[in-house]
């Protein structure tokens, strides 16, 4: 495969990916997503988690994506007609990871904003890429290159957000 296939791969996962991760700091509600029930008397997800928040990371991820494959359609040939059912589904993958690792962490004890290290930075990629499944099976080279660079990447970003008063804590 050629060097802008790879790179055509890694920009259709990763945009979604991340756009729909970073979407609810800056487009949240306050209405929960476990509306505030409890599971083996611990919330299910917490307050920090709410159902606005959810479907922004999922349309603001998707739309990524459409507007990638709208503005490259390279991308849409690349993948086929399972493009936008992909970025979809990695979209809908990263809000689920993200939640899924925050109903451990409440199960766990760890608070909202407790460190978690690696499972803070790479729950809502892993989400993305099972989900993905569905559609594509990524290389293994592939995952682990997301895998390594979201930790950086999400440290940075996160540092940022903290910074600019988007998040209580750095991590």
């Not at 109903?103 to 790479?122: P, T």
């Amino acid at each position: 495969m050629s060097e802008l296939a790879w790179l055509i791969i890694i920009i259709a996962y990763v945009v979604p990916i991340y756009i729909a991760n970073a979407s609810p700091i800056l487009i949240h509600g306050k209405k929960p997503l476990d509306f505030v029930k409890k599971y083996k008397g611990k919330r299910i997800f917490g307050n920090g988690k709410s159902i606005l928040g959810f479907l922004a990371g999922v349309m603001c991820g998707s739309l990524a994506g459409i507007v990638i494959g709208l503005v490259f359609p390279e991308f849409v040939l690349f993948f086929g007609t399972t493009y936008f059912l992909l970025v979809f589904l990695l979209a809908f993958g990263a809000m689920l990871g993200d939640v899924v690792e925050s109903f451990f962490k409440r199960q766990l004890g760890k608070e909202r904003g407790e460190k978690w290290l690696f499972f803070d930075q790479l729950d809502f990629v892993v989400g993305a890429l099972v989900l993905s499944l569905f559609i594509r099976l990524p290389e293994l080279w592939f995952v682990v290159l997301v895998l390594v660079a979201t930790v950086f990447i999400h440290l940075i970003t996160n540092f940022i957000a903290f910074k600019l008063g988007l998040k209580k804590v750095p991590w």
